[in-house]
């Protein structure tokens, strides 16, 4: 997960369109075949260069929109099991939903090492408070102690600006980043290319029709938080969300990804919409009620005029959710914009 005090964080999903997911799905008998090629591939992987001795046959997953990223491609007969809170939502309409039913819930909680011996995995994928966790020892270099590979979410890369903070790209990038590399490493690069390639169909069509210059709202994303709001800077995935759904994060000069800020500053930026990422035991109706009746943010504009938009969890981390949730936003804020006095 990518908040450390937030082990059994999730989402509470709400119905997605099948088109609006964010792939064309193939039938199984289309879908490719994952190579069985023993050669090493090399991959960049936060900026290092990474090589595998072969092909994973026993994949173990972190999370909701890493493990869905594997089902995306198809590579559900690669995984040896995955890790996350017991709640995934509604998966009624999410193209890759057949992948629970086929791949073992190992643990409701952070995966561990424990995890992936109990299961003989070979190749860890996970990130950066998504997983991986100095406090835990759950780390990269003690899977490699062991003799198990791993690849860190690109989202989650560590940048150097400070211990903790992460972020190397745009999060689109990201996406796209760590799509193109399973393809290589597991001889599926069709089907992550026709991924992508829907993907950027989706994102430039909703931002074809997003409001321009001044007449995009601000937007303020809220995770969670009384005393400071925990939100996204200009490298977790809100920040593409909003933008390319035709907003503007009001925390965009954040070089991290997700971090904690004052209330003074979201006040002082006054956002026209705010955005709750909805997951775990504080749902999203209580973060509403909070944020209207919280005294600091009643002049905030967001707040006086209930623009108050919900998100869950696996919409605003890296997944293949992500254009459907740009998507869903950009109508959201076309139509607050519609409403907004010209200037």
Aim: charged residues 25%; proline residues 5%.
């Amino acid at each position: 997960m990518r908040k450390p005090v937030v082990a059994a964080a999730l989402l509470a999903t709400t119905s997605l369109l099948t088109a609006g997911c964010g792939a064309t799905v193939e039938k199984p008998s289309a879908k490719a075949s994952a190579s069985t090629s023993s050669a090493a591939v090399t991959l960049t992987n936060c900026g290092q260069q990474v090589t595998y001795d072969k092909v994973p046959e026993r994949v173990v997953t972190n999370d909701v929109g890493i493990t869905e990223l594997m089902f995306a491609l198809g590579l559900e007969d690669r995984m040896a099991g995955f890790a996350m809170p017991d709640d995934k939502g509604d998966l009624t309409d999410v193209p890759w939903k057949d992948g629970y039913s086929k791949v073992k819930w190992l643990s409701k909680d952070q995966l561990t090492k424990e995890n992936v011996l109990d299961v003989r995995g070979d190749w860890v994928f996970a990130g950066w408070n998504y997983g991986f966790r100095d406090d835990n020892g759950f780390t990269p270099d003690t899977l490699k102690k062991l003799g198990i590979p791993s690849y860190v979410l690109t989202e989650s890369c560590r940048n150097g600006r400070t211990k903790t903070s992460r972020g190397i790209m745009p999060p689109l990038d990201a996406l796209y980043t760590d799509l193109t590399n399973l393809g290589k490493l597991f001889g599926v690069e069709q089907r992550a290319a026709t991924l992508i390639a829907d993907f950027r169909k989706q994102v430039a069509a909703v931002a074809a029709k997003a409001p321009t210059g001044s007449a995009r709202p601000k937007v303020f994303l809220y995770d969670s938080g009384t005393d400071s709001p925990f939100t996204s800077g200009r490298y977790a995935a809100p920040e593409e969300v909003i933008s390319k759904a035709g907003g503007v994060n009001v925390m965009n000069d954040l070089d991290d990804s997700w971090t904690t800020v004052g209330w003074e500053t979201v006040v002082e930026r006054d956002p026209d919409v705010i955005v709750i990422c909805n997951y775990g035991d504080v749902g999203a109706e209580q973060k509403r009620k909070f944020l209207l009746s919280y005294a600091p943010l009643k002049n905030v504009s967001a707040v006086k005029n209930k623009h108050i938009f919900v998100l869950d969890y696996v919409d605003l981390v890296e997944s293949p959710r992500n254009p459907s949730a740009i998507a869903r936003l950009g109508a959201y804020l076309r139509s607050v914009a519609d409403t907004r006095p010209a200037s």
